[in-house]
């Protein structure tokens, strides 16, 4: 019997987080030089960073480090919340951008604290 091991795109939280990063990015790409000088580029990198956070830290070896890497994620869903409320009070996205990404920031601290909690049961070190 061959043994399957947990491959990062198995996560459900990278695969959301990943979705989130291309959606912001599609928006972002269409805004003024000053929008996207400003806060575009925070927005991207803040929600590029939570799929980033988790693709490093399932790559780290270590418990301790994956799961820093996993909370450093988690401090990006908050930031990438921030730029969200900013995007909407500036009328730099619609409504119903807004209410996606938001919808989809809002889910992710579950999913990333569950691969915190699994990663904390399933390894040694």
Request: hydrophobic content about 35%.
């Amino acid at each position: 019997m061959i043994q399957k091991y947990l491959q990062l795109n198995d996560l459900d939280s990278y695969k959301k987080a990943y979705k989130l990063s291309n959606y912001v990015w599609e928006i972002v790409i269409k805004w003024d030089h000053f929008a996207k000088d400003t806060v575009g580029k925070q927005f991207v990198r803040a929600v590029d960073s939570i799929s980033a956070n988790i693709a490093e830290g399932f790559g780290r070896y270590g418990k301790k480090d994956k799961i820093c890497f996993y909370r450093y994620s988690h401090g990006s869903v908050k930031e990438a919340l921030d730029w969200n409320e900013k995007a909407k009070a500036r009328n730099l996205i619609a409504t119903e951008q807004y209410e996606k990404i938001y919808e989809a920031l809002s889910g992710l601290p579950r999913s990333i604290n569950n691969l915190i909690k699994f990663t904390q049961s399933k390894l040694d070190k």
